[in-house]
T-cell receptor
Framework: DQQVKQNSPSLSVQEGRISILNCDYT??????FLWYKKYPAEGPTFLIS?????DKNEDGRFTVFLNKSAKHLSLHIVPSQPGDSAVYFC???????????FGTGTRLKVLA | ETGVTQTPRHLVMGMTNKKSLKCEQH?????MYWYKQSAKKPLELMFV???????ENNSVPSRFSPECPNSSHLFLHLHTLQPEDSALYLC???????????????FGSGTRLTVV
């Protein structure tokens, strides 16, 4: 039973446009959500996070939105750049645990 | 360079071999983790060590044997593996056993393991 789901395995976007990556979760206990970015032959690197007490967190070109009622979060990248081409993982956790539950990832390709 | 170094980067081993994966972190973190990434599957947590003590064994088969001699080093000893164990094995670390939620883990680059 996957508690964190990324239903789109891949996404292609033109350079300069917006990329929207989606993530759904099932566990109401989750109170922190993170996005990781992974290039080939490298480990995942932390990108941005959001607490369940917020509905939006912004860091430069990256914004994460959280809709708790829908158990849905999304990562917006504006404007998209070719260097953003990577696999993006959504992860969730809850206070007091060392575990992060990961999704299967979405491969983003930004076309020049 | 993330501060978490994994060796080797690639490993091909036969089903009767014994090999070890190594992870070293230079961040002064107190917790270390082994994750497995198989194709089209989520990252799976295998083992958690906090201050050199194993705090989680996530139903991992005994053919995988972790070792944490100190807070900077983590090993994964492999023996009599199966072809379905072929995957990317990722090491990660965090300051404490409960990672700061807005920072998460720091991952190494992984070891790509192929079992033939």
């Amino acid at each position: 039973d996957q508690q964190v789901k990324q239903n789109s395995p891949s996404l292609s976007v033109q350079e300069g446009r917006i990329s929207i990556l989606n993530c759904d979760y099932t566990n109401s206990m989750f109170d922190y959500f993170l996005w990781y970015k992974k290039y080939p032959a490298e480990g995942p690197t932390f990108l941005i996070s959001i607490s369940s007490i917020k509905d939006k967190n912004e860091d430069g070109r990256f914004t994460v939105f959280l809709n708790k009622s829908a158990k849905h979060l999304s990562l917006h990248i504006v404007p998209s750049q070719p260097g953003d081409s990577a696999v993006y993982f959504c992860a969730a956790s809850w206070t007091g645990t060392y575990k992060y539950i990961f999704g299967t990832g979405t491969r983003l390709k930004v076309l020049a | 360079e993330t501060g978490v170094t994994q060796t080797p980067r690639h490993l091909v081993m036969g089903m009767t071999n014994k090999k070890s994966l190594k992870c070293e972190q230079h961040l002064g973190h107190n917790a270390m983790y082994w994750y497995k990434q198989s194709a089209k599957k989520p990252l799976e947590l295998m083992f958690v060590y906090s201050l050199e003590e194993r705090v989680e064994n996530n139903s991992v088969p005994s053919r995988f044997s972790p070792e944490c001699p100190n807070s900077s080093h983590l090993f994964l000893h492999l023996h009599t593996l199966q072809p379905e164990d072929s995957a990317l094995y990722l090491c990660a670390s965090s300051q404490d056993r409960e990672p700061t939620p807005n920072r998460g883990y720091t991952f190494g680059s992984g070891t790509r393991l192929t079992v033939v």
